[in-house]
């Protein structure tokens, strides 16, 4: 594999912060974008640039059959049975909170119980809080050991009749960790649960066919994945999607209306109220071409490769604690400093170009669990180089010797 091919992808990169090179270890935020969605996206707008699904004319057409390319683009990349199960939304975030209000709102009752794990982002907790709230719901937590792995026995036995539905991340973004989902769906269904995948970080570091794993909701999000922000996408079975509410009302979701009542659209239209982000979805679409093109077999060894440089050098660093040490991790290298607070960490590296998130990562329980307010975190994509976990290394050191 040629890097320096695929940096020469990401304009973005090749610029300097303070006189040095900027080194780009914020992935697990979002990625940065490369040449091709840029490229797509201010075509559309200086070309095609219309409103979908309404006017007859050949700009509205041509913005149609873009986005709806996208929307096959994006079923096939996930082999999902129908682009019917592909609603988009405006991100991970959105898509959990869809299913929370429009599943959890029609499904669950007193008494029932959601489980989720110790190692969620905040948005695949609060919504189901706020749906427990709603409904009289129980929301339940599977625990996870030092390393930062669930504890599957626990997880066992925390699963009965009552639990209506189990919501899991596939990857952590705190922590790094890859969750056994497969055999943690076939454990719920066994119980009669329905499972969320929440693959807001998976998404662009692994396959996934939601078909093979048998995933009734999986969400991700575009940003993250080489796309443009506030673009999502929720994929669920169709027989689920088919039997909730609408979540939100209004353009493009409906059949018919008069002021008596409404008849709503058809999958995935249902789902879709209003104007979406037009350019975004076939930004989203350009995007899943670019990594189809490198290959995850290609994707998967090279993250691979960097993080284990990464995980060495952490580990032969005097006063550097990881946090996250799961055996199946990908691309997250989590860590405190002794005597450095993570953010005065955050601030000296970005004086040494070297970009990185410090703080709870939307994971505060996570934080709660290792005592610790925060952590730095370096996180890895596809166009990082050895050499800029080095600038990683050693801007850590000017900071432990500032320090010391
Ligand atoms: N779930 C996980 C596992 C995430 O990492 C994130 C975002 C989300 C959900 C929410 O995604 P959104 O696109 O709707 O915002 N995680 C991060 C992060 O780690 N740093 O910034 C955002």
Same mark, same amino acid.
């Given at each position: ?56 004319? *050949? ?33 991970? *975030? ?16 007193? !008494? ?29 937590? /599977? ?86 922000? !506030?673009?999502?996408?929720? /994929? ?41 982000? /037009?350019? !975004? ?103 990082? *180089? ?19």
């Amino acid at each position: 594999m040629n890097i320096e091919r695929i940096r020469n992808d990401f304009p973005v990169l090749h610029q300097e912060l303070y006189g040095k090179p900027l080194v780009y270890l914020d992935n697990a935020a979002t990625t940065q974008k490369p040449q091709c969605v840029i490229d797509r996206v201010r075509h559309y707008y200086e070309r095609d640039n219309s409103n979908i699904h309404r006017g007859v004319h *050949t700009l509205s057409e041509r913005s149609t059959t873009a986005y709806e390319a996208s929307r096959e683009t994006i079923r096939a990349f996930f082999n999902a049975k129908s682009s019917k199960e592909v609603i988009f939304t405006r991100g991970t *975030t959105e898509s959990i909170n869809l299913v929370a209000s429009s599943w959890g709102g029609e499904n669950l009752g007193k !008494g029932d119980e959601i489980l989720i794990t110790h190692m969620e982002h905040h948005s695949n907790i609060v919504p189901w809080q706020m749906l427990c709230k709603r409904t009289g719901a129980v929301l339940k937590v /599977i625990p996870m050991n030092e390393a930062g792995e669930l504890d599957m026995d626990a997880f066992a036995s925390l699963l009965s009749e009552r639990t209506k539905l189990l919501g899991v991340v596939q990857m952590s973004n705190a922590l790094g960790t890859i969750n056994p989902i497969q055999s943690m769906i076939q454990q719920a269904h066994a119980v009669g649960a329905v499972v969320l995948v929440d693959g807001a970080q998976a998404a662009a570091h692994m396959p996934v066919d939601v078909q093979a794993l048998d995933i009734d909701f999986y969400v991700t999000s575009a940003h993250k994945m080489y796309g443009p922000t !506030g673009v999502g996408v929720l /994929i669920g079975k169709q027989a689920l999607l088919e039997a909730m509410p609408p979540y939100q009302g209004g353009g493009d979701m409906i059949l018919m209306v008069t002021f008596e009542t409404t008849q709503y659209n058809d999958l995935p239209h249902k789902f879709e109220a209003g104007t979406p982000n /037009i350019a !975004g979805v076939i930004g989203f679409g350009e995007a899943i071409r670019y990594i189809q093109a490198i290959g995850f077999d290609t994707i998967v060894r090279r993250e691979q490769v960097l993080l284990n440089y990464a995980t060495e050098q952490a580990q032969n660093f005097d006063g550097l604690k990881q946090i996250g040490t799961a055996k199946e991790k990908a691309c997250v290298l989590s860590f405190v400093m002794d005597g450095v607070h993570p953010h005065d960490l955050g601030t000296i590296l970005d004086r040494e170009a070297v970009a990185i998130r410090a703080g709870h990562h939307c994971a505060m329980p996570v934080m709660q669990f290792y005592k610790v307010p925060a952590t730095a975190r370096a996180s890895f994509s596809i166009y990082n *180089t050895e050499s800029e976990v080095d600038a990683l290394f050693a801007a850590l050191t000017k900071a432990r010797d500032m320090f010391a």
